[in-house]
């Protein structure tokens, strides 16, 4: 397993000097000068799309160009998942029909992971919570649609952590039943961070259910750090990694 931090690329050697294997930049701010990111593990990015980039309604705008051109520049670096979350670009307008969107989010995605396919990089959308996009917040279904449309998922514990707590559940930490719902079969990317969004604690059972169904799946890639920062990054960072290679320990 490797572990990682999305972050910016200002913060990309206190990430790598805190003994993390890589970074995951924001897709839509990639340079179009690759030496820029010389000597830099960019192996994941996440956004995708600029906010101003919609996919459904009548301010939809042509996609795919877009898409194209950011896969190009990532391939550049060497960038092997792309990760699409892009809230504010797939959510849906008053007024629309939200299964065809679903169905055409699904579309949308093949459609980038067979461009992204010839440079050996793995489309792998994120479900998001509802406070971010009304297109794919439930994980498990999410992941199920991928599958069938031919492309990998990312499986994130803070938005399906903030979707279970949202609709009032009785019990204090989500099942195993739960993650197994949620997380069908293994994913191909990774992001971490409790419900919070701080970094998550081996003890947490919040996250813990989440840890164990993905080594039960035998889920052995990338696992990047998406949190909220405080004050000092370094020994944030620092105590994170330690956490993590906790929580995922095989025994």
């Not at 750090?225 to 290679?245: I, S």
Request: net charge negative.
């Amino acid at each position: 397993m490797k572990f990682g931090v999305c972050c910016g690329i200002e913060d990309a050697g206190i990430v790598l000097g805190c003994g993390f294997d890589y970074v995951e930049l924001g897709a839509n701010n990639l340079s179009d000068d690759p030496n820029r990111f010389e000597g830099i593990p960019v192996e994941a990015t996440n956004l995708f799309f600029a906010s101003s980039i919609k996919l459904f309604g009548r301010e939809a705008t042509p996609y795919l160009d877009v898409a194209r051109a950011t896969v190009d520049r990532a391939a550049r670096i060497g960038v092997k998942t792309m990760v699409i979350g892009s809230g504010a670009s797939r959510n849906a307008p008053d007024g629309t029909d939200m299964e065809v969107a679903e169905r055409e989010f699904l579309l949308i995605a093949a459609a980038i992971g067979d461009y992204a396919r010839k440079y050996g990089i793995t489309i792998a959308p994120e479900s998001l919570n509802r406070s971010e996009t009304n297109i794919g917040n439930d994980l498990g279904f999410l992941a199920r649609g991928l599958q069938y449309a031919g492309v990998g998922y990312t499986a994130d514990s803070y938005h399906v952590l903030y979707e279970w707590h949202a609709n009032d559940p009785s019990e204090a930490f989500p099942s195993d039943e739960h993650w197994a719902d949620q997380i069908p079969f293994a994913p191909t990317h990774v992001h971490i961070a409790d419900l919070p969004r701080y970094a998550p604690k081996p003890a947490d059972p919040m996250v813990q259910g989440f840890a164990r169904r993905l080594l039960t799946l035998g889920y052995d890639g990338r696992v990047s750090l998406e949190y909220r920062r405080g004050a000092d990054f370094e020994a944030e960072l620092t105590r994170a990694l330690l956490d993590l290679k906790v929580l995922f320990a095989r025994e």
